[in-house]
Structure formats: structure tokens, C-alpha cells
């Protein structure tokens, strides 16, 4: 086994990228890097216990080199009996659809979508990609330049989701030894010649600069990025935890403030970058100077605000939830569905809702009635056909324990629920009177009296 070969072996092993029996889909553009990760990856495939398959993406950029690159693999793949896949896609037209985007910004995008279509296909396990120390240098440098936190900087890592980076530790050196030495074919990107793309730029004008003030930049910063990467992982924990407790509708991140309020300062801070790059166009976080602001509202004693990130993303609060959309925030409303006979079922994304006439006599399940969740009604209010409907802004209803009626838009913000009114349901008999509003409150008319003779109940929960 060659030197270097068992270095990525060691790589490997260290970082548990890969697991006996899996199948692995290799990103090949057919320059160096991953003509060598190619290369290793089908001389340890024993080693390793694995399958392989190569893709290659024309993106449609160049007019000149990407059909030769991609016969060059074709007959490199034959050659070994790996599977090759390839197709031309247009970046050019995939902006003008996604606007908004730089161009590698878009290529990036329509390169993982190409990548994970034919991961799809082949029941690919993981896609490994050629990215090696020096791209890692890049990395992190114009991130930094542009602005990040702590994900930015590690964004390019041995493993993330189902990307591994095999070659993440060494140098682009050592890779051109490698092919060299063993002989492997290989054609140059002619973009890495051009300094037309900022990453390019960052390659051929910012880093020689700064490596004339340190020549052991690659390994400093290296060491720079597994220090950072310790710590993120300790914070990304906690923040995987709270975006856990999000409920998503509509497009819609929410949760209630109390939530935020209670973690660390810098786990909040990391959770909104996260939550804003996934729903900017771009990928990119917010600046430090927004995700501030966001968080000095968060604990403020206002009850409504609203702040913009970036590029039309939002975070508000209503009441006592919190909201990360994109636009303004609007929740579509909930189909209406008519009831017409006893027991009665329905499901509304999450959660489901029954309707069960029973007798009077005391039952266990009673113990859990709360007048939100779980509830009963006299038989005699139950007036068939009843409906469940979208609360409309008119629609008042006598709270359980009061005389009067009140504004059922009141109640909700009582509740803390004011932004919630095309997702609150309400449940209406025949006569036109509200009995219940799931998840809310029971009405005083669903009061259960010596004349009852039987009772309905109602019950909220979810799936």
C-alpha cells in the first residue's frame, strides 16, 4: 500500500468517515484532487469493504474541457469496472430561476443537486469529495473576510451530513506527488487559472501573499480549524437540542420564546445563523450586528417586534412565540370539515382530532381533562351537523367559568396565541354556537349538568 494511501486510510479510520458494506458515490471533476481521491478510494475498496460509483457534472460554464474531462473518467472508470454517470446541467438558467445567487453560489447548488440525484438513483450511501487542506485554507479565509461564525468556519469538515472529505488533511502538494508518482491521469480546471471568482482570487493573489508572512500557514491554520471545530461541537449539541423543539408550518420555524430565553446567550446567537443561512437564497449567515439586535429583543419585555436579517428574512414575536419566516408572516388557513355523525376523527398536520359520545359514569380518561386538550360537552349542546372552520376575526365564545361571551381573537391573545389565528380551529354545532377551540378553551355551554345524560368528548393530540 502506498504511503499516502495509508494516511487517508488513517484518515478514515480517525474520523469514521466510512462503514464496512456501504456504498460510496465519488465526486470526480477530473482534476487532481479527485482523480486521486478516485484513485485511493478504488486501491483500498478491499481494504475498506466497499462499493463504488463516480459522478462528473458538466455545469455548462466552459465551452472547452468539460467533454474531454468527462471521456478521460469514462475510460479511467471502464478501466476498473466503476460505474460512471454524467451530465450537463446549465448553471446560467438555474440563476435566472433562483435569483439573487453569485454564479458559484449557483454551480455549488446544481452541482450537490446533480450529486445527490444520482446518490438517489445507485442507493448511495455517502458522496465522497476531493476537497483536501488547502481548499479548507480557502475556505476559511473567505469566510472570514466576508464575515461568519462558528459553523462558517468549519464548514468544510471530514463529515457533514452525508459528505465525507477523505483528504481533508493534506496539502494540494502532496496530491500532486501522489499522481504523479503513481501515474494517474488527470486534466486542469482551466477556472483555477482565472481570478474572475473571489475563492480563486483568495488561491492565487491573497494566499502567496500571506504565506511569504508564514510558510506553515496550511498547518497553522489547520490547527486553528480542529481548536474551533472542539468548541462547535460542544455548542452545535446544544443547539441541535433547541432546533429540535421548533415546530415547522407553513414554511414557518417557531417556537416559544421561553425556550430561547432559558440557554446560553452564544448557543441562541449559533442557532439563528443556522436557522437564517438555511432560509437565505444564498446559504449565507446573518451578520453578527442582526443576530445581536434578534437576541436583545429576545429578551426584552416587548411582546411584538419584528427584525429583518438579510435578503427578506424575518424573525418575529407574538406573544409568547417566536418566528423565523421569509416575507411576511402569513399561515395559511385549515380546511373546514363538516361532522354529521358520532364518533368523529380528523387530522391536521400534526395532530388529530376525536369526537366520542360516552356515557356519564366517571372514567378514568377524566382525570385528564383540561378544557384545551382533552374535553367533554353535554349531549345536548352536540347539535349535528356540527363543523370544524378557521376562527374568523367575529366569532366570539363564553369561556368556561364566565357569564359573558367574549372575542375569541381576545382569548387568543390572552393565550398568547394572537398570531395564530388562521391556524386556530373552532368548533361549531348546528346552531351557530362555538363549544370548543381546540387547543385553547371549552365553552361554558359544554358544561356538564344533573340533566346530562350523556356527555361528548373531545380530544386534541398529536399523531
Avoid at 142 to 167: C, E, H, N, Q, Y
Avoid at 190 to 216: C, G
Avoid at 268 to 286: G, H, N, Q
Wanted: with cysteine; aromatic share 10%; glycine share 6%.
Amino acid at each position: 500500500m502506498d504511503q499516502f494511501e495509508f494516511e487517508v486510510l488513517n484518515f478514515i479510520e480517525k474520523w469514521h468517515l466510512i462503514k464496512r458494506d456501504q456504498k460510496i458515490l465519488v465526486a470526480v471533476s477530473g482534476g487532481k484532487d479527485s482523480m486521486a481521491l478516485l484513485n485511493i478510494l478504488i486501491n483500498l475498496k478491499t481494504e475498506l469493504g466497499i462499493e463504488l460509483f463516480v459522478a462528473n457534472l458538466d455545469h455548462g460554464l466552459r465551452k472547452k474541457g468539460p467533454a474531454e474531462e468527462a471521456r478521460m473518467i469514462e475510460d479511467f472508470c471502464q478501466e476498473r469496472s466503476v460505474p460512471f454517470f454524467h451530465e450537463k446541467r446549465d448553471v446560467r438558467d438555474f440563476m435566472k430561476k433562483k435569483r439573487g445567487l453569485s454564479i458559484e453560489s449557483a454551480a455549488r447548488e446544481v452541482r450537490y443537486g446533480f450529486l445527490r440525484d444520482v446518490k438517489s438513483a445507485v442507493e448511495a450511501d455517502l458522496i465522497a469529495i476531493g476537497h483536501n487542506r488547502d481548499d479548507l485554507v480557502e475556505n476559511i479565509l473567505l469566510r472570514l473576510a466576508r464575515g461568519t461564525g462558528m459553523k462558517g468556519v468549519i464548514g468544510l469538515r471530514p463529515f457533514s451530513g452525508d459528505l465525507i472529505r477523505p483528504l481533508l488533511f493534506s496539502d494540494m502538494q502532496r496530491i500532486i506527488d501522489y499522481v504523479t508518482i503513481n501515474r494517474v491521469t488527470f486534466m486542469e480546471d482551466q477556472s483555477n487559472s482565472e481570478d474572475d471568482f473571489e475563492r480563486n482570487y483568495v488561491r492565487l493573489r491573497v494566499i502567496p501573499d500571506l504565506k511569504k508572512m508564514n510558510p506553515a500557514l496550511n498547518e497553522a491554520i489547520w490547527r486553528f480549524f480542529e481548536n474551533i471545530y472542539d468548541g462547535y461541537e460542544l455548542i452545535h449539541a446544544k443547539v441541535e437540542v433547541i432546533l429540535n423543539q421548533f415546530e415547522l408550518v407553513d414554511d414557518v420555524h417557531f417556537i416559544e420564546s421561553s425556550k430561547l430565553i432559558s440557554v446560553e446567550k452564544a448557543v441562541v446567537l449559533e442557532m439563528a445563523r443556522e436557522i437564517v443561512a438555511d432560509l437565505s437564497s444564498d446559504s449565507y449567515p446573518p451578520s453578527r450586528e442582526r443576530v445581536i439586535a434578534f437576541y436583545n429583543l429576545l429578551i426584552s419585555t416587548k411582546g411584538r417586534w419584528t427584525i429583518e436579517f438579510r435578503k427578506d428574512v424575518k424573525a418575529s414575536r407574538i406573544g409568547k412565540y417566536v418566528f423565523f419566516h421569509v416575507g411576511e408572516l402569513v399561515m395559511r388557513g385549515l380546511e373546514e370539515k363538516a361532522i354529521e355523525f358520532l364518533p368523529f376523527a380528523c387530522s391536521y398536520e400534526k395532530w388529530q382530532i376525536t369526537l366520542e359520545q360516552l356515557s356519564k359514569e366517571p372514567r378514568e380518561e377524566f382525570k385528564k381533562l383540561d378544557g384545551a386538550f382533552y374535553s367533554v360537552c353535554s349531549a345536548n349542546r352536540v347539535v349535528l351537523p356540527m363543523r370544524l372552520r378557521t376562527l374568523n376575526e367575529g366569532d366570539t365564545v363564553i369561556p368556561f367559568g364566565m357569564k359573558r361571551k367574549k372575542k375569541a381573537v381576545d382569548v387568543l391573545s390572552e393565550k398568547g396565541l394572537k398570531g395564530f389565528s388562521s391556524k386556530i380551529l373552532v368548533l361549531e354545532n348546528a346552531s351557530g354556537e362555538i363549544l370548543w377551540i381546540p387547543g385553547v378553551i371549552t365553552s361554558e355551554l359544554c358544561r356538564v349538568g344533573p340533566s346530562s345524560l350523556d356527555i361528548v368528548a373531545f380530544c386534541l393530540e398529536r399523531r
